[in-house]
């Protein structure tokens, strides 16, 4: 462990590896950075004119969901089964999907409108 | 490690604003990158060590990378004058702040917020892909295919039309074939 204060931890700590017991921070700090994180993706999707920012919030929105699911993961008192990070493996996959399927649309909506306006772009219909 | 949790938040939520606000777009999809890469720091932080890897490659990789190209591919007509925001914007903004103080307060009155880390939570590769040949090996495939399916999608979707019905553009009605450049602009 390079860090000095989970080192120095590491070596008062007697038995098995408690080694971020003292030193770690509490579950509640992730899951507010993860809110904060949430909400500006939100915002940023719901208030800018953009749509390839629209869908960058939306990745914003669910990487603050990842980041839920690893502190959780994290916290639990049964972290041996790894369904959280098998969860967000495979939500990173999905993502990765959604934002090549959502680019290649916006990039049709561009060729069909020459705007990536959302307030313009407002009818299904060529 | 507080401090680099710190840090490490600073970093991320300053990246998400700026990605969120900034007039300029590539500046917008470079900040984004910031944003992912303190993501990836904070799995790091957190033990998930293979998801904080696939966060760098995955997010900054490709999903960053795919913006940036998308961004220069629409590059359009329109780029000063405009306004940044949706007209409804001041209702957007309640909304996410809205969400916000609903979130904090409820992670503020739940108990299972307190509680401290797990002594030994793990994530080595070897658990991870035991896991995904045994329990997790369904929801594999079908990602498999679905990744299969979006980039087939993906090629379609984006594809050239063919030139024969593609002259809805209100620009040039008039004019015979499309030129194969797409970005061209009138």
Redesign the interface.
Known sequence: MPHPRRFRAFLKSNDRGDITDMTSVPLHYYLVVSAALFAIGLAGALTRRNAIIALIGIELMLNAANLNFIAFWRYSPKAEAVTGVMFVLFSIGIAAAEAAVGLALIIAIYRHYRTTNLDEISSMKG | ??VV?FII?VL??AG??A???LRH?VH??LC?AV??GG?AA??LQ???Q??GF??IL??IG??AV??V???L??R???SAP????????P???G???L??GS??FA??SSS????????????TIR??GS??MTN?VL?LEL?AL??T???I???I??M??PSAKST????HAASAPIPSV?EEQ?
């Open positions: 490690m507080e949790f938040t991320t939520l998400a604003i990605a969120m606000s777009l917008c999809a984004l944003a992912f993501l904070f799995y957190l033990n998930a293979f998801i696939a966060q995955v997010y490709a999903v795919l913006i190209f998308a961004i591919l629409t359009g007509i329109e405009q306004p940044l925001f949706s007209s409804a914007w209702v957007g903004l909304v996410a702040l969400v916000f979130l904090v992670i503020q299972v917020a307190q509680q401290q880390a797990a002594p030994s939570a793990q994530a658990t991870i896991q995904l997790f929801p990602i679905l990744l399916a979006a980039l999608g993906a090629v979707i984006a050239q039309e809805p553009m209100k620009d797409p009138r």
